[in-house]
Structure formats: C-alpha cells, structure tokens
C-alpha cells in the first residue's frame, strides 16, 4: 500500500529560509509542498489553499503583520489545518499567543533537518511539538501551586538573580543576538573568533541549549539580556 503523502503550506518571509524548508519538505517522506507566502496579505489571499493542507508553517513578524493573525484565520475554519509556528522569536507574548490562537506546536528556524521534518509528522498526527528551550520558559512561565482553599492556581517564578553568565559572555551573547556573526563579533570585541567560538561554545553549555537562537531565547527569558523585536 502506497504511504500517504502530507501537503504542507508555508508562510516564510525571508526567502533563503523559505527556499531551506521547501528542499527540507520536498526530501521529507511523505511531505509535499503545496503552496508558499512571503507576507501576511498573500497568506490571506491564499487561506482556502492553506486550509484544505494537512499543515501550515506559520513564522510570526512577517513584514506587513503578524503571523498570529494568520493562524487566527485558520483556525476559524470548521477543520483547521494542523500549524506550527516557526520563527527566530523568543517573545514569550509572541509563544502564548499563537499557541492561544491555535498552534500545535512551536519550533525555532534553524532546527535540524531531521527535528524540523519529524515535528510535521507528529503534528499531523495530533501531537504537539515544541522546541525544549520554549517548553522550559512555559513551565517557568506559569509555576502551579496549591492554593489556600486547595484550588490550583499560577504565580510567575522568581527572575534569576546572579547571571551564570561571566560579562564577556554576555557581551557575546547580546552581538549574537542582534545578529553578528562570529568575525563581526571578534572585530567588535578586539578578540579572536576562536576566543568567540570558546565564549559560545561556554554560552551553550551554561544555559542547556543547542543553538544561537535558542541561547538568546533563554538568555532573554531569564532576564540575562533584552532583546527589541520589532
């Protein structure tokens, strides 16, 4: 019997990224593309397209509005498809509310092949993926405790107090996420790359991630450095 294929649409303003999760999507088994947006008025233009896959990737600051809007659209249909939400971000405004909209999962741009291809397969099936260092600042987010009348309620944890983070590192840390590379950040820092590789490699280590995005994402969630999203 022939597997089935999944039709994925997706909502991608910056084209080298689009460009990485179509080839992602078509090597994936049992994916297919089925259409591309690059801003918020073409995903609307093509929602009933949208609507009729199996799932949508949704990035959320797309140049004319916010992806959330979109997944706010699909959702109002009588069988939405299954969204996931891809993006750079690491607002925790911005993972409440598309998963408060109707997202199934939340993933950052530059997961692997493997992770990326796998999460559309779970999502289809009704799970709910999530990137780890998301997964972290929600249940950081909203801490339950009992209350005085045994009801359940939340409270918001207390902010770290001391940076696990030596200044250089957060000096680093704040170049990588206004989106310097390593030479960049050298130059600006009168160091080497390799003492800049030393200082990520310490960065990744420290806060349990994987990825540039994900350290700014807990870095900022943490209060270790602020991060402007436009």
Known sequence: MKKPSYDVFIVEDDMPTCERLVTIIKRGRGLRVAGTAHSLAAAMAQQTCAAKCDAVLVDLGLPDGDGIDFINALSAADSPPSILVISVFGDERRVIRAIEAGARGYLLKDADEESLVESLHS???????????????????????????????????????????????????????????????????????????????????KLAVRSRSEAVFEASQLGLIEVRIP
């Open 123 to 205: 999502t289809i099936a009704g799970d709910c993926p999530i990137n780890p260092a998301i997964a972290r600042h929600l249940l950081r987010r909203f801490t339950v405790v009992n209350g005085p009348s045994g009801e359940i309620s939340a409270q918001r944890p207390t902010p770290v107090t001391r940076s696990p983070l030596t200044p250089k590192e957060t000096q680093v840390l704040e170049l990588l996420a206004r989106g310097f590379g390593n030479s960049e950040s050298a130059d600006l820092l009168s160091i080497s790359v390799n003492t800049i590789t030393t200082h990520t490699k310490n960065i990744y280590r």
